[in-house]
């Protein structure tokens, strides 16, 4: 079940008795929670009927008191159960997910994991409670989720912008929500997010960053790529060698990957190379201007400095002078 249907299933006014949720992507989790807390009971309905529970502290007696209490001037009650996985004996909760009490709502936040298949307790949520198993997003996706997440606000988000965005902050779903929220507190009447903006309110550069450094390596240009590590000699924090490698060796085993294909049109190679609409141009211009070897030659290269940027067979060079060398030997 997803967080999207667990929730319209709520603005129904349809609600089961036990909620499960588990896995590695917090975002989606902490949706569900935030409506369970702030939007099933009313602000008087809570005073009396909302109880809420952290694993680390929460001992399983005083939890399942809290399940079988009945409600207070309302049709039900809400239990929270949050950070979960840090609760001792939590199996021991297993009776009352078996035979919950039909006027109380336990919601239980089980982050970064999921409960062993092959438990009697994950047997038994199975069979008696709606489980939301959640997992990190693909990169190739978090360009389409974006957009999307920006529309369902009411705003629209330029291209440039967007890959700006989801460069700098990669797989991180919670903080690319709240660095949105920021930027649309400081829109005013605007309804249209740019590059400006991204630069203004979440502090990266528009013309020196890893993605414009990408942008350059893709046309072979040499001066603006230099130009752009020059920068990120100066500015340390701005883009660590670390952050840079990954980009660019996306870029380039995505291409590889590329000369494999018989589909032409764009769309079927997106998805066939595992790559976002929104990114295939780069990676077909990729393959134009390098070719197979090039493109080979680039990956050896790319782990070659991986290698140098922890030292070995590094004799001590900057990580400014590792990345000007490696992309002018791209390049040439």
Known sequence: MSAEKIIATWKKKQYSPVYWLEGEEDYFIDQVVDYAEHRILSEAEAGFNLTIFYGKDASWPDVLNACMRYPMFSERQVVLLKEAQHMRDIDKLEPYIVKPLSSTIFVVSYKEKKVDGRTSLAKTLKKNAEVLTT??????QLPDWTNDLVHSKGYEISPKALLLLVDHIGNDLNRINNEIEKILVNLSNRKNITEDDIEKFVGISKEYN???????????????????????EANPKAAPIQLVLPTLYNLFSKTFMFFGQSAKDEKTVATNIGVSPFFVKDNLATAKNYGYEGVEAALLLLH??????VGINNPGNSDASLLKEMVYKMMM
């Open 135 to 140: 997992k990190k997003m693909y990169e190739n």
């Open 304 to 309: 070659e400095y991986n290698l140098k940027s």
């Open 210 to 232: 890893p993605f414009e450094l990408q942008n350059a390596m893709v046309k072979k240009d040499l001066p603006k790529a230099m130009r752009i590590i020059q920068y990120f």
